[in-house]
């Protein structure tokens, strides 16, 4: 796996840019803010997390089913996995965004917090995945019947269709969701234990590290190109925490 160093957006783009070139557009993009974290989705990272899993998602279905004016269907467990995304839960997927930019927003945003640690910005080739996988190259939608039954494990006990067993999909977020299509969201779904990192060759995956050191100037600069808060996370509270930012208050 190619690593690569960057200290400033030039450098960043520039490294994209190489990555366009032999590869064509459809890059993806994952930005870290640790680059010790390693390529597995939040369910995977406890032993309590995975024997959790289908309580979590169920519960999460009987109490978000009560309260949402236009919830999923029963069925679209795509969009249900989704949800639980979006508000934090741990899942099977890992989030992924069309543009680098927004990646170097999620890698550095926590650059008070995080002073002394690198950050990372993971770029896929996500086709080349999906044809490694024995799935073609071409990125399904979230809501296409393979991605649906990828995710049926997460709801059902011994609901595995054994072609999909221990594989990884990378598929495309079609969620009527502002904050998704803000993002440029996209995800792998993980129903292998496998690190992303281990089963990549070097034309599939590469990592850009950012310096602790660098952090607070990326995140500086991407004010520069409207790249904000309130503009990765478009609500109110965000935009009250732009103003704060920009004012100083």
């Known amino acids: ?7 400033t957006i030039d450098e960043l ?4 840019s190489t990555l366009r070139q032999k590869h064509g557009v459809r890059l993806w993009f994952r930005g870290e803010e640790n680059a010790d974290l390693t390529l597995i989705p939040s369910i995977q990272r406890s032993q309590k997390r995975l024997d959790s899993e289908r309580y979590i998602a169920n519960d999460f ?3 978000a089913r009560q309260i949402l004016d236009n919830p999923p269907d029963k069925h679209n467990y795509a969009g249900w996995v989704s949800l639980m ?12 965004t069309q543009s680098p930019l927004i990646a170097v927003f999620f890698a550095t945003e926590t650059y008070r917090e995080t002073p002394d640690t690198d950050a ?5 080739t996500p086709g080349l995945l999906n044809e490694k996988e024995g799935f073609g190259n071409c990125i ?15 709801f059902k006990h011994n609901h595995h269709n054994p072609e999909l067993k221990n594989k990884i999909l990378a598929c ?6 502002l904050r998704m299509y803000s993002q440029y969201s996209n995800f792998t779904v993980h ?3 496998e690190r992303l990192e281990d089963i990549c060759d070097e034309n599939m995956l590469y990592k850009i590290i950012i310096p602790s050191g660098r952090k607070q100037y990326f995140i500086e600069s991407l004010r520069v190109f409207g790249i904000s808060e309130s503009f990765v996370y478009p609500d109110l509270d965000h935009i009250s925490s732009d103003l704060r930012d920009s004012y100083g208050i």
């Open 1 to 7: 796996m190619l690593t690569q160093k960057v200290s």
């Open 172 to 177: 495309s977020s079609t969620e009527n969701n």
């Open 140 to 154: 399904y939608p979230i809501d296409a019947d393979t991605t649906q039954e990828m995710l049926l494990p997460a």
């Open 191 to 193: 129903n292998s234990l």
């Open 13 to 16: 783009l520039q490294f994209v």
């Open 85 to 96: 995304q979006h508000y934090g839960l741990p899942t099977r997927m890992l989030d992924w």
């Open 120 to 124: 990372c910005v993971w770029v896929l």
């Open 61 to 63: 279905y009987i109490r």
